[in-house]
């Protein structure tokens, strides 16, 4: 099992968390990104560097994710395309994307694209909060525990 990192836009506070738990769990972490990324030196992180454009590190992230790899990612359409290959998907917030939930999510998303193009102001999301953290660090704890248990 791997995690992979939709690192763009993934908050400081959760990579924090994730180098944390890869050291600790021994478990390869890779951020894939646009721009150059500073990690700490482990031999479980790394980071990939991809060129400039619209879904270029979300194509990488699903050219390589393998069935039961872990994708940290608030990105629906990347979501959905992990799901598919058999990954497991969090966003930053600890909420888990599912093959129950993802088809509900892509229609919202469509919707709300819709809406913004026809010039609704729909606003964004919630700034990021010390509650979400703790929310991801519970989640990130619990699905790690249940993975390694499974895969024993």
Known sequence: M???VDADACP???KEILFRAAERLKVSLTLVANKALRTPPSPYIRTIQVPAGFDVADDRIVSEVLAGDLVITADIPLAAAAIAKGGIVMDPRGERFTPDNIEERLA???FMEEMRSSGVQT???APFSARDQKAFADQLDKLMHQLM???S
Do not use: N, V
Request: hydrophobic share 40%.
């Open 2 to 4: 791997r995690i992979w």
């Open 12 to 14: 400081g506070a959760i």
């Open 108 to 110: 919202l998303r469509s």
């Open 123 to 125: 606003g964004g999301p």
């Open 149 to 151: 248990r499974d895969a």
